[in-house]
């Protein structure tokens, strides 16, 4: 699904006072029933000029386009829809390109940054105090709420399987030795059908998945897979590292470290069949049709899927999952600087410094050509 930033390239200067005066334009009910109210336009927001925005840089224009009045921790997209929970107001919203409010829940929990899952019929999100709520994607009804977990929080993105929800519940390491614990739910009742646990954990279990029709828990240094069904072992790797994995194409891409490696995993035949290093910390990984974009510390990088590397979009601090529109990927750092670079190239095209409020790492995504950026207010900006 593309992404990408709204008009054209933020003034510095405009962006502060232009979005920093539009945190009260939307505020959301405050009760549990749902909103439908449409943002509000920045074209009749005072002091924005039309000589302003003749003279915007060509990207993001004089300002959004819309904001919502709450402080975003995580948006997913899915079927032209952002799916986005709001860390003060503890609820889940469903959101159109236009800013129209589909549908938000009730004060549900705290889902932070990369907790939050969207299927065709279901939207899930790991939150705090040992949580896994399920809502039906198309209405926010709510479809169970699984308050059982043993720890507070979750390490790793909830999997969606056609008949599971798989979370990863984490401890607190002073108090229970890196225990971690994997709860496989019924998908339908949300109910525990199974559980996997670890003690004493070299590092924390960063991600889960589905590989090869197996299920994979990855930490660090140890990746073990499980029949996806029963949970029984079939293999356990100690001899790569593994960090945050990600499935595709039949093999395995993981960001650890500063490296971002691509390997062949089969039963007992295990090998690595390109590593890349780049500059700081990687932290992720997305995919596009012509290659891999890791984020981290440095910034951005673009791979192909040979492990070559094709450029590296420097910021000035770390940055998460970048978002993609037609011919850039934009990254938004954990100063609130937000930047487009040229897909192909990765030549700077625009920047722009947002409102410091927010999370550090605030997300940023998009739905055709609407870049929905998680700052406090929540910031949208149409790609022309």
């Known amino acids: 699904m593309p992404e990408m930033v709204s008009r054209r390239a933020l003034l510095k200067a405009a962006s502060l006072g232009t979005a920093g005066g539009l945190a009260g334009c939307l505020r959301l009910t405050a009760t549990d029933e749902p909103s439908t109210d449409r943002a509000t336009s920045t074209s009749e927001t005072p002091g924005v000029t039309d000589s302003a925005r003749a003279e915007a840089p060509p990207l993001f224009g004089a300002g959004p386009e819309w904001t919502l009045d709450a ?51 279901m939207l899930v999100g790991c939150g705090y105090g040992g949580q896994i709520a399920a809502v039906e994607r198309t209405s926010g009804e709510l479809l169970w709420n699984f308050t059982g977990g043993r720890y507070d929080s979750w390490s790793a993105t909830p999997l969606v399987t056609d008949r599971y929800v798989i979370g990863v519940n984490q401890g607190d390491a002073d108090e229970s030795d890196d225990a971690f614990v994997v709860y496989v739910l019924d998908r339908t009742s949300g109910e525990v059908v199974d559980t996997i646990e670890y003690t004493d954990r070299r590092s924390p279990i960063g991600s889960i998945g589905v590989l090869d029709g197996a299920l994979y828990v990855a930490s660090f240094n140890l990746l073990d897979l499980y029949t996806l069904d029963t949970r ?90 970048p978002a993609v529109v037609d011919d850039y990927v934009i990254a938004l750092d954990r100063y609130h600087q ?17 409102p410091a409020e927010g999370l550090p ?19 949208a900006y149409e790609i022309q």
């Open 361 to 379: 790492l605030a997300p940023v995504t998009s739905v055709d050509g609407t870049l929905l950026v998680g700052v406090d207010p929540l910031l």
């Open 232 to 321: 029984s072992p079939i293999a356990s790797y100690d001899e790569f590292l593994y960090g945050r994995s990600h499935a595709r194409d039949g093999d395995l891409f993981v960001a650890t470290s500063n490296n971002v490696y691509r390997y062949r995993v089969s039963g007992s035949a295990h090998s690595q069949v390109w590593g890349a290093t780049l500059r700081g910390s990687v932290g992720g990984l997305r995919f596009v049709s012509d290659g891999i974009l890791a984020n981290g510390e440095a910034g951005v990088f673009k791979l192909g899927y040979d492990g070559e590397r094709r450029w590296w979009g420097e910021t000035d601090a770390s940055v998460d999952r």
């Open 338 to 354: 937000l930047r487009a670079f040229d897909s192909g190239t990765g030549d700077l095209r625009a920047e722009a410094t947002l």
């Open 71 to 121: 402080q975003g921790s995580d948006i997913v997209t899915f079927d032209g829809t952002f799916y986005l929970s709001t860390w003060v107001s503890r609820r889940i919203l469903a959101v159109r390109p236009d800013g129209t409010v589909q549908w938000e829940t009730g004060q549900l929990g705290k889902f932070k940054r990369n907790s939050l899952a969207a299927t065709e019929s």
